[in-house]
C-alpha cells in the first residue's frame, strides 16, 4: 500500500450518491488492492499486474489475505484482462495509466470488465507524473491527465471528473469515471 492513505476517496463517496458509496454497496467484488472496501461488504479483492516481482512482492505481504481467500493476485496485462465482461463492481489502480502503450484498448478493457452503474478510480499526483517525464522517465504512453480522461470518455465512459486531494500536506488527484 506504500502509505497511501485513502481517507480523501473515502470522503468523497461518503457524500457522493448512496448508489456508488462503498459503505452502502451490496456488491460482491471489488478490482486491484481496495482492501479498504473489503471489509464493508465482505467482497472479494483482485489485483493484476504484469510484472513478476511486483506479483511475487505482493504475494510475500499478503500472503494471510490470500490464504483466507480475501485477495486474488494474477499475473496480467490492461490491453488484455483475464476477466469476463461485467465482472467488477468497483476498480481502482494508482500512477499507471502512463505506462500503458494503447490507451485506448485498455480504456475498453478496463470498461468490458465492469459492470453496468459501477465506477473507476484512478489516483494519482499530476506534479510527481511532470517532474519524472522531465527526467525522462516515462517513454511509454501518455503522460497527460487530460488525454487520459478523453479516452476515458471514449472508452463509453460517463461522469469523468478530476478532484484534487490534499492530506498532510501532500496534493495528489484522483480521475472517477463511471459506466
Known amino acids: 500500500m506504500s502509505g497511501f492513505s485513502y481517507m480523501g476517496f473515502h470522503s468523497i463517496l461518503e457524500n457522493e450518491s448512496e448508489e456508488w458509496s462503498c459503505e452502502k454497496s451490496e456488491t460482491s467484488t471489488v478490482w486491484i488492492l481496495w482492501l479498504d472496501c473489503y471489509e464493508a461488504h465482505k467482497g472479494k479483492v483482485y489485483g493484476i499486474d504484469i510484472s513478476d516481482k511486483i506479483i511475487s512482492t505482493a504475494k510475500q505481504t499478503l500472503q494471510v489475505e490470500i490464504l483466507e481467500g480475501k485477495l486474488h493476485i494474477q499475473k496480467g496485462c490492461v490491453s ?40 473507476m478510480v484512478t489516483t494519482l499526483c499530476i506534479k510527481s507524473i511532470k517532474h519524472a517525464r522531465e527526467k525522462g522517465l516515462l517513454q511509454y504512453g501518455p503522460q497527460d491527465h487530460l488525454v487520459f480522461i478523453k479516452t476515458l470518455e471514449k472508452a463509453s465512459f460517463k461522469n469523468v471528473m478530476l478532484h484534487t486531494f490534499e492530506e498532510n500536506g501532500r496534493k495528489f488527484e484522483a480521475i472517477i469515471a463511471f459506466t
Not at 484482462?81 to 485506448?104: I, M
Open 80 to 119: 488484455l484482462l483475464p476477466f469476463e465482461n461485467d465482472t467488477f463492481d468497483r476498480l481502482f489502480h494508482c500512477n499507471c495509466f502512463h505506462f500503458w502503450p494503447d490507451l485506448l484498448i485498455a480504456c475498453k478493457e478496463l470498461y468490458r470488465v465492469l459492470k453496468p452503474n459501477s465506477f
